[in-house]
């Protein structure tokens, strides 16, 4: 089993639909959760960083971490064509030397105009 | 403007070949990490390094190498030894090691 697990899709939606995006983990010392969207052919750029359990929001993105099911979500409200990309969660524990990251594999998304 | 550089954008490696991927940042960054990823797979820790003259092997660190002289870079070296070496390869940075921040990235073909 992996440590980190999502969903690849494809999801399809049509513009303006609400996203939810989402990922489950095993291991119950991560406490950093990070959402990267990357672009077919570019490097990954970070979206959102979230510390513990909650929300974020940050514009028509939200991130939501339940630390009690170890699930993580990343919501985009009125999405739009140039949202389409690859999805990609990734966490740490936060312990120990470079706190390396765990990636999901990644959620490719398509939003219909 | 600050950020992270990788070069060349493409690059084609004949059998028996090593070749060297180039990563460069102008962050004042500490920590500089070298992923592979392969669709479907995610993004997989080849190697990373804290600080200069010290690096770590990450999961999949056979049949690569890095040296760490510099700061600013963090360059990667494909030997013969990685016998499946197609990937897209991407280089990230961090100051805090909680966030990490992805260069453009290489794809390595094999002729």
């Known amino acids: 089993q992996k440590e980190v697990e999502q969903d690849p899709g494809p999801l399809s939606v049509p513009e303006g639909a609400i996203v939810s995006l989402n990922c489950t983990y095993s291991n119950s010392a991560f406490q950093y959760f990070m959402w990267y969207r990357q672009y077919s052919r570019k490097g990954p750029e970070l979206l959102m960083y979230?510390?513990?359990?909650g929300n974020k929001e940050d514009g028509r993105f939200t991130a939501q971490v339940d630390k009690s099911s170890k699930y993580i979500s990343l919501f985009i409200r009125d999405s739009q064509p140039s949202d389409s990309a690859t999805y990609l969660c990734?966490?740490?524990?936060?312990?120990?030397?470079?706190?390396?990251?765990?990636f999901g594999s990644g959620t490719q998304l398509t939003v219909l105009p | 403007d600050g950020g992270i550089t990788q070069s060349p954008k493409y690059l084609f490696r004949k059998e028996g070949q090593n070749v060297t991927l180039s990563c460069e940042q102008n962050l004042n960054h500490d920590a500089m990490y070298w992923y592979r990823q392969d669709p479907g797979q995610g993004l997989r820790l080849i190697y990373y390094s804290q600080i200069v003259n010290d690096f770590q092997k990450g999961d999949i660190a056979e049949g690569y190498s890095v040296s760490r002289e510099k700061k600013e870079s963090f360059p990667l070296t494909v030997t013969s030894a990685q016998k499946n070496p197609t990937a897209f390869y991407l280089c990230?940075?961090?100051?805090?090691?909680?966030?990490?921040?992805f260069g453009p990235g290489t794809r390595l073909l094999v002729l």
């Open positions: 979230t510390y513990s359990s």
């Open positions: 990230a940075s961090s100051i805090n090691q909680e966030t990490q921040y």
């Open positions: 990734a966490m740490s524990a936060g312990t120990g030397s470079a706190r390396q990251l765990t």
